[in-house]
């Protein structure tokens, strides 16, 4: 991971738009979709939360601390209970990151407060604390079980993004080769059950057959808590526009993400050229090793990599606000989990720059506050909802992948 720096301010936002950012931030702060500060910690120092502790300086290691999340202001945070799918023993690391998360909570007391409801959200505001949700990344946290799920919703677990980067047995995610052709009847009984339990659906990661089948399956609004806009930047793990047309009629949000590869088509291009020269050079795009990195230096000393900034991000929420509408729209930087950072956005404390340079191309404060916190408070409280009446009609599934897909899956 490359070191975060403190944001500083573009010398295009202007020292009042970036006054007047925060202002607005201190009444509606962000609600940001997706941080994987927990898989982080898990990685760096095996959870021992004392050896990262967030209450003091992490810019050396993280983009995430207590102090940089107020300098951003974030006034609510969807936890990623994030673990890779190409590992054994999903189900018990999805409980070690939701323990983490937990303690997190319980050791900055003043600083975080747990949020279950849309209504806790809005409690830890005029607390002046930072609301913690958590959200799971891949349905191979449940390991094909709806019980797994009911059991994720009863530890806190307020959103389920379908797939991560591989497909599961169930459903296709954007980066792997198709081979369910979206969801199949037991990925569409999982939409129901989540709507039914009151979590919400998230599709970022998925594949645009599994978004569209994931639309027309759910009862309840949908998000994408960390996904930007496919028409600005061609990326299958963007959103396509037919699907933000259909946002305004679900009543869902799509949180727009800062990394570098997802929002500037440079960088997409640079990655997969850096992505094929580790294949020919015999590594795995992903390799860290020793060797791994000195092949990798050495492709980007000969081709720096691309760098996006703020208003690369804000070219992506100018189009999803122009498909969508602003009703639908919100953030989920996705640190801790990316490498690299646009400048400008180089941490959480970054936000206000976001805001200033949406301020300044004309953007209401009216809008700002639909962007940064009423929106995805309102999808949570609009679950909730779904649930309470789909509670009085019918009770917990017992259908198995087995009952509805076959045995073959």
């Given at each position: 991971?490359?070191?975060?720096?403190?944001?500083?301010?573009?010398?295009?936002?202007?020292?009042?738009?970036?006054?007047?950012?925060?202002?607005?931030?201190?009444?509606?702060?962000?609600?940001?979709?997706?941080?994987?500060?927990?898989?982080?910690?898990?990685?760096?120092?095996?959870?021992?939360?004392?050896?990262?502790?967030?209450?003091?300086?992490?810019?050396?290691?993280?983009?995430?601390?207590?102090?940089?999340?107020?300098?951003?202001?974030?006034?609510?945070?969807?936890?990623?209970?994030?673990v890779r799918s190409d590992l054994p023993g999903a189900v018990t690391a999805t409980l070690e990151q939701i323990d983490c998360v937990r303690r997190l909570i319980d050791r900055h007391p003043s600083d975080l407060r747990a949020a279950l409801t849309a209504a806790d959200m809005e409690a830890a505001r005029a607390q002046g604390r930072i609301?913690?949700?958590?959200?799971?990344?891949?349905?191979?946290?449940?390991?094909?079980?709806?019980?797994?799920?009911?059991?994720?919703?009863?530890?806190?677990?307020?959103?389920?993004?379908?797939?991560?980067n591989d497909n599961i047995a169930w459903a296709d995610s954007a980066t792997d080769v198709p081979t369910v052709g979206g969801l199949s009847a037991f990925g569409r009984e999982v939409v129901r059950e989540m709507n039914?339990?009151?979590?919400?659906?998230?599709?970022?990661?998925?594949?645009?057959?599994?978004?569209?089948?994931?639309?027309d399956t759910s009862s309840a609004p949908v998000i994408f808590s960390h996904s930007s806009s496919r028409a600005v930047c061609d990326h299958p793990r963007n959103i396509p526009d037919d699907v933000l047309e259909r946002l305004p009629a679900n009543g869902g949000v799509a949180m727009v993400t800062f990394v570098p590869k997802f929002v500037l088509q440079a960088a997409v291009d640079w990655t997969a050229a850096a992505d094929e020269n580790m294949r020919a050079n015999g590594f795995h795009h992903l390799d860290t090793t020793p060797?791994?990195?000195?092949?990798?230096?050495?492709?980007?000393?000969?081709?720096?990599?691309?760098?996006?900034?703020?208003?690369?991000?804000?070219?992506?929420?100018?189009?999803?606000?122009?498909?969508?509408?602003?009703?639908?729209?919100?953030?989920?930087?996705?640190?801790?989990?990316?490498a690299f950072t646009p400048d400008g956005l180089d941490d959480v404390s970054g936000y206000p720059n976001l805001i200033a340079e949406l301020l300044d191309r004309g953007w209401s404060k009216t809008d700002l506050a639909k962007l940064t916190w009423q929106n995805a408070v309102r999808v949570l409280g609009a679950a909730e909802d779904v649930a309470r009446g789909l509670q009085a009609t019918r009770g917990p599934s017992v259908a198995t992948i087995e009952s509805l897909d076959g045995d073959g899956a």
């Open positions: 991971m490359a070191s975060p720096t403190s944001s500083p301010t573009s010398s295009a936002t202007s020292t009042a738009s970036l006054d007047e950012a925060r202002a607005l931030l201190a009444d509606f702060p962000v609600v940001d979709g997706h941080n994987d500060l927990p898989w982080a910690l898990r990685e760096q120092v095996r959870y021992d939360l004392g050896a990262r502790d967030i209450a003091a300086d992490q810019s050396a290691h993280l983009h995430t601390d207590l102090a940089r999340l107020r300098a951003g202001g974030v006034g609510a945070q969807f936890w990623s209970v994030y609301a913690s949700l958590m959200g799971a990344e891949g349905g191979h946290s449940i390991d094909n079980s709806l019980a797994a799920l009911r059991g994720l919703y009863a530890l806190g677990v307020r959103y389920m993004t379908l797939t991560h039914r339990e009151g979590m919400l659906v998230d599709l970022s990661h998925v594949a645009a057959t599994t978004m569209r089948d994931a639309l060797d791994g990195m000195k092949v990798h230096r050495t492709f980007e000393e000969s081709h720096p990599r691309p760098v996006a900034t703020v208003s690369t991000v804000a070219d992506h929420l100018d189009h999803m606000r122009e498909v969508a509408g602003v009703d639908h729209l919100g953030i989920g930087g996705d640190y801790d989990g990316t």
